[in-house]
């Protein structure tokens, strides 16, 4: 092995970089959306393993529902924004200004990794979809914009 030459993993072909289509972008909503309700309803063990067709209580429905709706806003909100994983993740509600049009969220610099910029302009669109949930769930200015 002393030999061989290493490999330069920037001429790898193999891990190209794109950005996702419209079509696998709805699909990827969309299956965020369903998949924590999917996963609890398949049955695991038996002969009808690999099947959707757990009993399910509705409350627990309701629940899987509501996470599967905040795991695809947060995917949407990732697509539309650009903000990476940690910015995303160390957000408040306070961060997020409706008074402005148009309405804005602003980044602490000490949780962005893209330190010269102030804030990020808002899809009204998805910021109202936000509102909505925070709003949903009386959260104050200080929680999580997602949980």
């Known amino acids: 092995f002393a030999k061989l030459p290493t490999a330069d993993e920037g001429a ?3 891990r190209t970089r ?9 699909r990827l909503l969309d299956v965020a959306r369903r998949r924590p ?3 609890a309803a398949t049955v695991r063990r038996g002969k009808d393993a690999g099947k959707p067709i757990a009993n399910l209580r509705p409350e627990t429905v309701a629940r899987l529902e509501r996470l599967g709706q905040e795991r695809a806003l947060i995917y949407k909100t990732l697509v539309l924004t650009g903000l990476r994983r940690n910015e ?11 008074d402005r049009e148009p309405a804005f969220l602003t980044l602490d610099a000490a949780n962005e990794n893209r330190r010269h ?24 200015k200080k929680n ?4």
């Open 37 to 39: 309700l999917l996963d």
């Open 88 to 98: 995303l993740r160390t957000l408040t509600v306070g961060q997020l200004d409706l």
């Open 117 to 140: 910029l102030p804030g990020i302009r808002a899809y009204q669109g998805l910021f109202l979809i936000i509102t909505r949930n925070w709003t949903n769930n009386s959260r104050n």
């Open 18 to 26: 794109r950005a996702l289509t419209e079509p696998e972008l709805v």
């Open 144 to 147: 999580p914009l997602f949980s």
């Open 12 to 14: 790898d072909r193999r």
